[in-house]
């Protein structure tokens, strides 16, 4: 796997899509170790991203990331939260209110601002957590009473498409509801990162607005899940 060719590749078809815009490049670190999260931090990407908890504790201290900004962006537990708050510079995924206060509190005793984004519902999908847009205006007032968080953008997964352009009516209203935000006044709140597109659409994504994309296999080739890492000890208990 030639990661720097392509990391290369990727940032070519981001500048295509992109006109001239800034968009940031975040790896989709999972299931990659560290010589790869390396040799990609090495060759240009803007932030690693990581998706469960325990991989990136694992590989903090490897020092796996040095050298680029660490994002939190897989779904988060209320109770591990403790681990990702200050040791992330970013966290795409709050997607509820509960969540959004455990980690207020978390970066208050920590005595620092940490850096959200809002996980939007865009397809309203009942099998996927995240806000639906509707209840973002009530979460936004939330956001103003916790000074320790700093709500910096939106982020969504819409459905995978199945053919090419399927996903650009979502990343489409996700653009609208980013403007319509970023149109208000809310204390806590800016409106700077629109989190949105991945391997099989990150043009799309670009091209309705995205201006932060989270790449895995396009840059670290495909991911093996049918190879079992850790045996689960609930269903091997010993017996
Ligand atoms: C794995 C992952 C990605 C990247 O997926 P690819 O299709 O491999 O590019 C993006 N976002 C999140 C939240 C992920 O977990």
Known sequence: MNIEENVRAVRQRIAAA???RQVTLVAATKMNGKDAVQR???AGIDACGENRVQEMVEKLEQDAYAGAPLHFIGSLQKNKVKFVVGRCDLIHSVNS????????KKAASLELVQDVLLEVNIAGEASKTGFLPGELPQLLEAAERFSSVHVR???AIPPKSRKNGENRRWFAQMRELFIDIGAKTY????MDFLSMGMSDDFEDAILEGSNMVRVGTA????????????TDPMTNGGF
């Open 187 to 190: 204390d806590n709140v800016t």
């Open 97 to 104: 209110p509960a969540l959004l206060e455990v980690i207020a």
């Open 219 to 230: 840059i670290f080739g495909a991911r093996h899940y049918d190879v079992p890492t850790v």
């Open 153 to 155: 953008g939106l982020m």
């Open 40 to 42: 990609a931090i090495r």
């Open 18 to 20: 992109a006109g001239g």
